[in-house]
């Protein structure tokens, strides 16, 4: 499985923005799709994830204001963020679970999203 993330920039606060995860490969062995993040100095956390059911989940931090959605004719999970904060500012990956797996074992490449004040 591979995965490409694209969609990240620069937006002052109070803005949007919109993560892409385009899959290919085995897509048919994920049961679940996240966006990860990691700012400086910080842990990475898992922002948003929706499963092949279509159930999602957030982090409390991020509840209201981002929305993760799937496009499955096209493979690609979005991120769609609404009323950034500066302390979203952070490298955004998105990742894959396959069915067998508890971890996220397919990572894509990292998405940089800054948020100024």
């Known amino acids: 499985v591979q995965l490409q993330a694209f969609g990240g920039g620069l937006v002052q606060a109070g803005g949007s923005l919109r993560l892409s995860c385009a899959a290919s490969?085995?897509?048919?062995?994920?049961?679940?799709i996240g966006w990860y993040r990691q700012a400086p100095g910080k842990q990475r956390e898992l922002v948003a994830a929706i499963s092949s059911g279509g159930s999602t989940n957030y982090v409390d931090s991020v509840k209201g204001r981002f929305t993760i959605s799937r496009d499955s004719a096209k493979n690609t999970v979005y991120l769609h963020m609404n009323s950034l904060k500066p302390e979203d500012t952070a490298v955004y990956y998105c990742a894959a679970r396959s069915t067998w797996k508890v971890e996220y074992n397919y990572w894509g490449q990292g998405t940089q999203v800054t948020v100024s004040s």
């Open positions: 490969g085995s897509t048919f062995s994920i049961n679940a």
